[in-house]
């Protein structure tokens, strides 16, 4: 699905809150870091983790 964002373990995704899906019904649209690619991201598939600069290696 197009619409659906690609990612991989350790992949930083930086959440788009635009509205267009919504976190209660278990979705988010987010930004890869490393591919710049926007997507629908399942809030079960990933940790969301409340930082203000980049994580460490050893925290991905």
């Known amino acids: 699905d197009p619409?659906?964002?690609s990612y991989r373990r350790g992949d930083?995704?930086?959440i788009i809150k635009d509205g267009e899906y919504s976190?209660?019904?278990g979705w988010i649209k987010?930004?890869?870091e490393r591919t710049s690619q926007t997507g629908a991201v399942s809030?079960?598939?990933i940790r969301i983790l409340p930082l203000l600069s980049r994580p460490t290696e050893e925290t991905l």
């Open 3 to 5: 619409a659906l964002l």
């Open 12 to 14: 930083v995704l930086y």
């Open 23 to 25: 976190s209660d019904e």
């Open 30 to 32: 987010a930004r890869n």
């Open 43 to 45: 809030l079960d598939a």
